[in-house]
């Protein structure tokens, strides 16, 4: 600190001193902000006091300043590490020392861009760093609302709400776009695409809000990323501490734990001050935003990850067969199994020596898609009797046609397995396709929310959202409880991409999203839908099971006529083409 003033006493002393310092300040950022430089912090007193770095934040300095204005860089942060300030005090340096320098920054709302007397907003922070330094170090400056412009080297500061057309048509230096995963969905990728083209740098600054923004799918791009997480923090990771199995290890030898000190061995990195922190916070959901970098469990997850994961270890295995089933164009009878190696279809059962499924029940789900490789189309197999998955089918590029001519054959294969799909959307023209070429054993809507659950004439499963939801919530406790045995790991780690929605639905993550920067082909947890409606399918079939195995009702009694009039309800014709 005394350095500090040392060096504003020796520049105040004569205009040759003060140019030298300035010079140095001109070449080294981290030279200007550890002399000069301040921030602000409420919760000290006083709350204004010098910016003096980290080791992090240094390491992160000197990646920021190399960046600017030749590549993006992306935050991925805990909260409180200081990531916002060090970025308005790169801009703020670059500003002041460097000629025609022209940056630009965004937050959600003005407000948080430029408000006076708003400690939250991002002008109010350059103000902040700007009248602390000494005035024979400042040059002249010109600061209106949303603006700082530098008059001696033509530098500027300027400040925009981040909506979808932020900085459309500019050109700038380099671009701040700070809390970038607190966007609505929409903003954030129309600014991803109306940023691209105004500047070589882009600077994303952001702690995780899940998986379904522009924020998760910049943090996969390939583009430079500095990771500040608590653990760096001198003030946090005191008394670092983890477990395994159960069994604690100590990382922070020299912290003075107190006796009755209470670890929590759950696995994760931890320390008193996240321990205090997370006894503040209503859900895990909000530790693994702010704290953890985790943009799973920032979430409101449908499935529970630890579970998957011990499910995947427990059973999922590589499939014995793959391959593609050789069937008959005309009458769509199976004619043999092709092993290829990018084969669309996996099996976890092997075909005897003359190419046929061992005898057995069967069920099978179905969720169709386009086919125009935005999401996959996909089959599930399951064997009734021991609950256990035994066949995929997954391609994005079939039509709902053809996949009903290869689901038809399939299900021949599988000994006139029993069929259940997806009837929304292309899964119309699926089921004409079913009916047209004469396969008969299928579901029939019901009233999945019903007490008696009455079967309509309507073939196929409706995807509602109560529907959905209950399917979901179905599929999962059979997940947890074992009574379905999905060996496919793809289609388990689809699981942990399912969340809770807004109104209470549940849906895959990438399906929120309005734009898709892949390029619309990654798949968005259709194995999940089909798994599920495979088991609803096996579910079904044990029950009727389960009926008919029960003692024989004397014929002409009322419970006789009821099962009579039940059974031709399930035996609807339909008026189809042979």
Known sequence: MRFRWDLVRLG???????????????????????????????????????????????????????????????????????????????????????????????????????????????????DKLLENQPGWLRPNFERTKLSLRNLDNKSVIDGESTTGDFARGDRRTAILLDEFSALPVDDGYRALGSTRDVTRCRIFNFTPQGRSNAAYDVAQMDIVKIRLHWSQHPEKKGGLYTSENGE???????????????????????????????????????????????????????????????????????????????????????????????????????????????????????????????????????????????????TPSIRPDHLAEVANALCRWFHGAYMIWESNGAGRLFGDSVIDRGYRNFYFRQNELSISKRITDIPGWFSSRENKRVLLGMYRHALEAGEFINRSREAIRECHDYVYAAGGSVEHSASLKSQDLSGARENHGDRVIADALCFYAMRIFKKKEEEEQKIEVPPNCFAWRQMQRMRKAEEVEYRWSE
């Open 248 to 394: 604690l290890k100590i990382l922070d030898d020299n912290y003075p734990f107190p006796k009755d000190y209470k670890f929590i061995l759950d696995g994760r990195l931890r320390s008193p001050a996240y321990d205090t922190e997370e006894k503040r916070c209503a859900s895990r959901m909000e530790m693994a935003a702010e704290w953890d970098i985790d943009f799973g469990s920032s979430d409101s997850l449908f499935f529970d990850i630890a579970e998957l994961q011990k499910y995947e270890h427990q059973y999922c295995m590589a499939p014995f067969l793959v391959g593609e089933l050789d069937y008959n164009a005309t009458d769509l009878h199976p004619a043999g199994f092709m092993e290829r190696e990018y084969g669309r279809l996996k099996l976890w059962i092997r075909p005897d020596s003359r190419g046929e499924i061992p005898p057995g029940d069967y069920a099978v789900g179905i969720d169709i898609s386009a086919g125009t490789g935005a999401s996959n189309s996909c089959i599930s197999i399951g064997r009734c009797e021991t609950g256990e998955k035994v066949a995929e089918f997954v």
């Open 12 to 126: 105040s002393a004569n205009r040759d001193n003060a140019h030298e310092i300035w010079i140095m300040c001109a070449r080294d950022f981290l030279f200007w902000l550890n002399t000069f430089g301040w921030t602000y912090d409420p919760r000290r007193n006083p709350a204004t006091v010098p910016f003096i770095t980290y080791d992090y934040q240094d390491e992160a300095a000197v990646k920021l300043i190399q960046s600017i204005g030749v590549e993006d860089i992306c935050f991925l942060k805990s909260r409180d590490m200081g990531a916002s300030w060090l970025c308005l005090s790169a801009f703020l340096w670059a500003w002041q020392f460097h000629p025609e320098m022209v940056f630009l920054m965004g937050s959600r709302n003005e407000e948080y861009v430029d408000k006076p007397g708003n400690p939250k907003s991002l002008f109010w922070k350059l």
